[in-house]
């Protein structure tokens, strides 16, 4: 059970920092992420925000689950956001960006989701 809670409170803490970090720095944030930086255009920051409000909205929800909803619950939405992680790795492989970030950071990241996921969802914890 500590696991799961763990890997959620990470995850959760996690995105909702680099989030933020996406708000206030969107060019710095986006250099990380793992694809090439968008075209110098006076736009692409606000969009990269939108991004970070995004981020910060999926932590905060976790966050809520963790203290609200019963473990299972938990699970299930940890799961379903494992595939934003997913996702995120599929379209930098997909766009010849960085295989490092794709794998080591988006990888990653969605394998511990679903490991943490499961016991939550069969009550194995």
Known sequence: M???????LLASVGIIAIGVVYVFNPQGAAQS???PLPEKDPNIAWWLRLKGVRDVVAGL???????????RVLG?????????AMGDMSLILA????????????GLTAALMIAASIPLIIGGV
């Open 95 to 106: 766009a010849k960006g960085s295989t490092k970030a794709a794998l080591g950071m988006h």
């Open 2 to 8: 500590w696991f799961c809670l763990g890997v959620a």
């Open 76 to 84: 299930i939405v940890l799961f379903i956001d494992s595939f934003i």
């Open 61 to 71: 929800g976790v966050l809520a689950l963790m203290v609200w909803a019963e473990p």
């Open 33 to 35: 992420f793992g694809l």
